[in-house]
């Protein structure tokens, strides 16, 4: 049974139902892996660089340098990282690593202090609340989950601060945290946020929905627009770097507008969905009082559920001569005989059939995964069925069934076309004196 992409089916003891697909998670965990050994190369290469005497290794840019304290927290933070267990909080091991990171600078700022330095560098108090933040983060984790997103969020804060502070030339926003220290945290911060990916914050990320396309496509452009910021800074002429820097600031605020406004839509249009959901589901619960049978908003919900998915069809039942035999006999023999039939056609109903009542003293059949066919050969087998009633109050007479067949258009979710067609369907019939089942064109 082919749902198209969007959904898996879900095989139950009573019928089938339709759930999302989960997105795939596999591009984010590449995107960890990629992360994890970019921080281990970061790492190795500054001690190579300590060890041979190299400051361009552990100094890249600038004279900020990522220190020896900075490397030994590096490598405790990259080895906890390593250590972790999809969904599960941190062990006594892994715990015990981050407690590490935590102590190390610790200590490094009161020997600081004191005094006290080693070897070429300084853990600057951005990098060292960097990481007192990633520490805290994945020490929460499973314990106290929002203050665990929160801080691992707030991590990345600083390092993408000093970043850009490079990539500007602005020393002032880095200070003490030099440009490999900048990566390496950024890459352990993306390494550790990952496994919050399913928070309805970061689920965009890696949702495989149009709006999680379009998300990710604003995260490419913002990142876009930065790096334009920093080219423009390194190599637009002198004369035109105050014209070029309005024009990318004037280009970053209309990408802002159009995002505010994007994700604005997007929300009110999902909470009218919602609204428009709940009041279906609210009017599908309630029965005809009279018989007792699925109203018209039962039918729409099932239309709007299942129309986009597959093929739907709609036969709708009128009882011959019920008009005349409610104006003869009044409300209640009408409604008396529409109950009559309706309980006698619900005895055959299939799984992916709805019976429910028209407005207009009527019946109307839903059915999905079928053809105009199969759907006809039904409609003749119910008037059949209709015909072999007979109405006990009124010497026993036979009841006859009129039924106009109608499929609705592929990927259709509207049950008005369709019911209007048939109606005017039954309406010409009825004028031409013709018996039996009409077939009527798509809606």
Request: glycine share 8%.
């Amino acid at each position: 049974m082919d749902h198209s992409a969007k959904f898996q089916a879900l095989t139950a003891q009573n019928g089938v139902f339709l759930a999302p697909a989960h997105p795939s998670l596999r591009p984010l965990a590449w995107t960890r892996m990629v992360c994890l050994v970019l921080a281990g190369a970061l790492l190795l290469i500054a001690a190579e660089g300590h060890i041979y005497g190299i400051s361009r290794l552990y100094a890249p840019s600038g004279d900020a340098a990522l220190s020896l304290p900075t490397l030994l927290t590096g490598v405790a933070a990259l080895s906890a990282t390593l250590l972790q267990r999809p969904l599960r909080r941190s062990d006594g091991r892994e715990t015990l690593l981050w407690l590490m990171v935590i102590a190390l600078c610790l200590l490094t700022g009161l020997g600081y202090r004191a005094g006290i330095t080693v070897g070429a560098g300084r853990m600057g108090g951005n990098t060292a609340v960097s990481f007192v933040l990633l520490a805290g983060a994945q020490l929460c984790y499973r314990r106290l989950p929002l203050s665990s997103c929160s801080l691992m969020l707030m991590t990345m804060f600083l390092p993408f601060i000093a970043a850009v502070g490079y990539l500007n030339g602005q020393p002032a926003m880095f200070g003490d945290m030099s440009l490999s220290t900048s990566l390496l945290l950024l890459a352990l911060g993306v390494a550790n946020v990952a496994r919050h990916a399913r928070r309805a914050l970061l689920r965009p990320l890696v949702s495989g929905s149009a709006s999680g396309r379009i998300v990710r496509g604003i995260l490419l452009a913002w990142l876009v627009l930065v790096a334009a910021q920093a080219v423009s800074v390194r190599f637009v002429p002198g004369p035109w770097l105050e014209l070029s820097s309005v024009t990318l600031m004037l280009v970053d605020t209309l990408v802002m507008l159009a995002a505010i406004l994007f994700l604005g839509g997007k929300y009110d249009a999902s909470a009218s969905r919602l609204r428009l959901t709940e009041w279906r589901l609210y009017r599908a619960a309630m029965r005809d009082p009279s018989t007792g049978m699925r109203t018209r908003a039962s039918a729409e919900l099932y239309s709007a559920t299942f129309g986009p998915l597959t093929s739907q069809g709609l036969v709708l039942l009128e009882v011959e001569g019920i008009d005349a035999l409610e104006a003869r006999y009044g409300r209640t023999a009408a409604e008396r005989v529409l109950r009559l039939v309706s309980t006698g056609l619900h005895r055959d109903l299939a799984p992916e059939e709805l019976l429910c009542r028209d407005e207009d003293m009527g019946l109307m059949l839903l059915a999905r995964n079928c053809t105009l066919d199969s759907l006809t050969m039904r409609a003749q087998d119910l008037c059949a069925r209709g015909g072999e009633l007979r109405d006990p109050e009124r010497e026993l007479l036979p009841i006859a069934l009129t039924a106009a067949v109608v499929m609705a258009r592929r990927g259709d979710g509207d049950l008005g076309p369709a019911l209007r067609r048939a109606r005017q369907a039954l309406d010409e019939a009825r004028k031409q004196g013709e018996r039996g089942v009409v077939l009527c064109e798509a809606a």
